[in-house]
């Protein structure tokens, strides 16, 4: 399956760490990770995708694709800034937020609107969004949501 990962391009340490453990976990259980490429949570989880058999997809606001993380493996550049949210959320059967600011919360609005389930963690309350403590109960959740 294909996950997309949104969440905040700046972090904290600790969000850092739990962004890089959802990556372990998506790509250890043979997922795909599409997200917006950059850093913060972006880059936490590519790198956590680095070291397994899952693929990163980096969908970029500008349009020059070495702005990518040096953990994304396929750098997608489209010159649309913020308007490339869509394309995250469209190009993934399920979302995962985590963190995040208004950026994040335009995705889980497009996610919600293209009937994908989403979890979060410490992340936007919004009514669809499925919240969770770990990235262990995030791939969980949304492993089951398309069963």
């Given at each position: 399956?294909?996950?997309?990962?949104?969440?905040?391009?700046?972090?904290?340490?600790?969000?850092?760490?739990?962004?890089?453990?959802?990556?372990?976990?998506?790509?250890?259980?043979?997922?795909?990770?599409?997200?917006?490429?950059?850093?913060?949570?972006?880059?936490?989880?590519?790198?956590?995708?680095?070291?397994?058999?899952?693929?990163?997809?980096?969908?970029?606001?500008?349009?020059?694709?070495?702005?990518?993380?040096?953990?994304?493996?396929?750098?997608?550049?489209?010159?649309?800034?913020?308007?490339?949210?869509v394309l995250v959320?469209?190009?993934?059967?399920?979302?995962?937020?985590?963190?995040?600011?208004?950026?994040?919360?335009?995705e889980i609005g497009?996610?919600?609107?293209?009937?994908?389930?989403?979890?979060?963690?410490?992340?936007?309350?919004?009514?669809?969004v499925e919240p969770?403590?770990?990235?262990?109960?995030?791939?969980?959740?949304?492993?089951?949501?398309?069963?």
């Amino acid at each position: 399956m294909r996950v997309s990962v949104i969440g905040g391009g700046t972090t904290t340490e600790a969000e850092y760490r739990n962004a890089v453990k959802l990556g372990s976990e998506l790509g250890s259980r043979g997922h795909d990770v599409v997200c917006g490429g950059l850093g913060g949570v972006m880059e936490g989880v590519a790198k956590g995708m680095s070291d397994t058999w899952g693929r990163t997809i980096g969908i970029l606001p500008s349009d020059d694709p070495e702005t990518a993380n040096p953990f994304v493996d396929t750098a997608i550049a489209t010159g649309l800034g913020n308007a490339r949210n869509v394309l995250v959320v469209l190009n993934g059967e399920a979302a995962i937020a985590v963190n995040g600011g208004p950026g994040t919360l335009s995705e889980i609005g497009h996610a919600l609107d293209l009937g994908r389930p989403v979890a979060g963690m410490d992340t936007h309350r919004v009514d669809g969004v499925e919240p969770v403590e770990t990235p262990t109960e995030a791939v969980d959740f949304v492993e089951s949501a398309l069963k």
